[in-house]
């Protein structure tokens, strides 16, 4: 574990773990052997976030997209997002799976964590964002309108998929890529973004504190 001290440390960072087929095939494996690997580094992580005491951390486990790809991988990944999630829920922490539920790609196992679990001490908020869409995240917020009548007038409220995620501070994106790939647009509006050139399962703590420590040296406005 490094130690080192932050003038500030972003509330909420969300994670693109990218990088998992390449990872595979550099190493001679087919490309679903990737996601396997994806594992130790995503349960190093939450450790080292809930020591360093950042709030909430997010994860992108695999986007609607995604499922365009051969089955073999799709197995693969979805195998690997169930896999984490119930990890991590023998750890301290408050679990959240935001994708569309409803379709057959969603892993049935992760049904009872769409909606928020607390294992142990609720020592951090982590949220999965599996078989996960912008349009339907947001296409919500369209079809759950709530009218509150008072006073003879109308209020209409409406709420996103992803309404119990909160704003990201920080994006880090592994695998060199630079592109958000439709996570959170609500959330993600004033995230700051770093990007890793070293692949997902080629995680190492010095990496997260690289992206630290460039975040505690930008001028956080806000726009103000």
């Known amino acids: 574990m490094i130690e080192r001290s932050f003038h500030r440390l972003p509330t909420h960072v969300a994670i693109i773990p990218d990088g998992n087929r390449r990872w595979a095939e550099a190493h001679g494996l087919p490309k679903e052997a990737g996601y396997g690997h994806g594992l130790r580094p995503g349960l190093d992580l939450y450790k080292l976030c809930a020591k360093l005491g950042i709030r909430e951390l997010t994860f992108y486990g695999f986007t609607h997209d995604n499922t365009k790809r051969p089955a073999k991988e799709k197995k693969a990944f979805q195998g690997a997002c169930v896999e984490a999630v119930q990890l991590l829920a023998q750890y301290d922490a408050s679990l959240l799976v935001v994708g569309n539920h409803r379709s057959p790609m969603f892993p049935k196992e992760l049904?009872?964590?769409?909606?928020?679990?607390?294992?142990?001490?609720?020592?951090i908020r982590v949220n999965f964002l599996v078989n996960y869409d912008w349009q339907w995240d947001l296409f919500q917020a369209c079809t759950a309108e709530e009218?509150?009548?008072?006073?003879?007038?109308?209020?209409?409220?409406t709420r996103i998929a992803s309404s119990d995620v909160s704003r990201v501070d920080l994006i880090v994106r592994w695998g060199g890529r630079r592109r958000l790939s439709g996570l959170l647009p609500v959330q993600s509006v004033y995230a700051d973004f770093y990007v890793l050139d070293d692949l997902w399962p080629d995680y190492r703590p010095e990496h997260f504190i690289q992206a630290l420590e460039w975040y505690d040296r930008q001028d956080i406005t806000l726009g103000g």
């Open 147 to 157: 009218m509150v009548v008072g006073g003879g007038s109308r209020l209409f409220k």
């Open 111 to 123: 049904l009872p964590f769409t909606t928020r679990k607390t294992q142990g001490r609720d020592l």
